[in-house]
């Protein structure tokens, strides 16, 4: 049945949940993503390894707390996502994020290969990753709420439209550079 989002109470619909405050650079793209689509969300710093215990009350009371989706980021050695998806049914979207040592490959392939039974969406490394999470997320709370669903396809279309505005790069950069020299006068 369709269900009315409650802007008022702004009872956060997604839980965005990170192994460190190190990846807030690369999540805040799925937090602004979020924000562009006005869905209800809260972010926080719950590590799999430094606050395991956190980790667990994080995804086992995310439920009853009315998180409907959550969106995990972690780098490296990432069990951030796994774990979560392990304490809770809730869709788990996970986001690989870059790490300095192997450039986040280490991330991707912790986050991806889950075991049968277990399940996380796996993004792809990085800033596109935790955007794309954002659009899955919302994507998956289209479902139940109309207004959501309305917003993301009004964002796919401006996406559009912005691309075929500027058809020709070459004029694009061009202008670029122009406006550019003209600010530095
Ligand atoms: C992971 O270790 C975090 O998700 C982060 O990506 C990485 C490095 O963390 P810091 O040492 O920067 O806190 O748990």
Not at 133 to 157: H, M, Q
């Amino acid at each position: 049945m369709p269900a009315k989002l409650n802007s008022k109470t702004k009872c956060p619909l997604v839980g965005i949940i990170m192994g460190s405050t190190s990846d807030w650079e690369t999540m805040s793209h799925a937090a602004h993503t979020l924000d562009a689509l006005r869905i209800p969300h809260e972010t926080r710093v719950v590590s799999a390894h430094r606050t395991p215990d956190l980790l667990f009350t994080y995804a086992s009371q995310a439920e009853q707390r009315g998180i409907e989706v959550i969106i995990a980021g972690a780098g490296g050695a990432a069990h951030l996502p796994g774990m979560t998806a392990s304490k809770t049914v809730l869709p788990v979207f996970g986001v690989p994020v870059e790490s300095k040592t192997l450039k986040g490959l280490d991330s991707l392939l912790s986050i991806a290969q889950m075991p049968g039974g277990i399940p996380v969406g796996t993004l792809a490394i990085g800033k596109a990753g935790a955007i794309n999470a954002a659009l899955l997320a919302a994507a998956t709370l289209g479902n139940k709420y109309p207004k959501i669903r309305e917003d993301l396809k009004k964002f796919r279309s401006s996406q559009t439209k912005n691309v075929l505005a500027v058809p020709d790069p070459a004029k694009f950069a061009a202008s670029n550079s122009k406006s550019k020299k003209g600010k530095r006068k």
